[in-house]
């Protein structure tokens, strides 16, 4: 199948930078409304209350899309692309995907399929009665609670 924009061998020197900005930068994930269209926001923990929530529309798909003013001045991929690629969809960082401008079915469904087997290995095992890391040596078993039960609250 045939990309919009050429596949790329090597990671440009722009993405690379794009990867070091998205390990630096809070973002959240607020609203996933397809499963390669995502809302996230930038936190900057700054006090000017303009500046403080910027919320981006990132697309993957036959052309990689974001919102923010580095997409629309660079046309390459932003830090919320690469971030959306590394942490939401778990891409790993030195595969080749990270760094292309678009993506034809297969690559997609190659996306796609990073995401489902992390969610697979990391929630298929995960017993609500157990809190923590249940593979740990003394993993803690929730305590059934009674009506006669007294708990004390700490006001302070």
């Not at 020197?13 to 809070?26: D, F, G, H, Y």
């Not at 609203?31 to 403080?52: C, V």
């Not at 993993?139 to 007294?150: A, G, L, N, W």
Request: hydrophobic share 35%; charged share 25%; net charge neutral.
């Amino acid at each position: 199948m045939i990309t919009t924009f050429p596949f790329r061998q090597d990671c440009p020197e722009q993405v690379k930078k794009s990867m070091e900005k998205a390990s630096l930068l809070a973002l959240y994930l607020l609203q996933r409304p397809g499963p390669l269209a995502f809302l996230i926001k930038e936190d900057n923990h700054s006090n000017d209350l303009e500046s403080k929530e910027k919320k981006y529309k990132v697309i993957l798909g036959s052309i990689n899309r974001c919102s923010c003013p580095w997409f629309k001045a660079k046309s390459d991929l932003c830090p919320h692309i690469v971030w959306v690629l590394e942490k939401v969809m778990h891409v790993p960082r030195d595969h080749s995907l990270m760094h292309q401008l678009s993506y034809n079915e297969r690559q997609i469904n190659e996306i796609l399929n990073f995401r489902e087997s992390f969610v697979k290995n990391h929630f298929q095992n995960h017993d609500p009665n157990v809190i923590g890391d249940p593979n740990s040596k003394g993993p803690c078993i929730r305590k059934e609670i009674h009506e006669d039960d007294i708990w004390y609250i700490d006001f302070q």
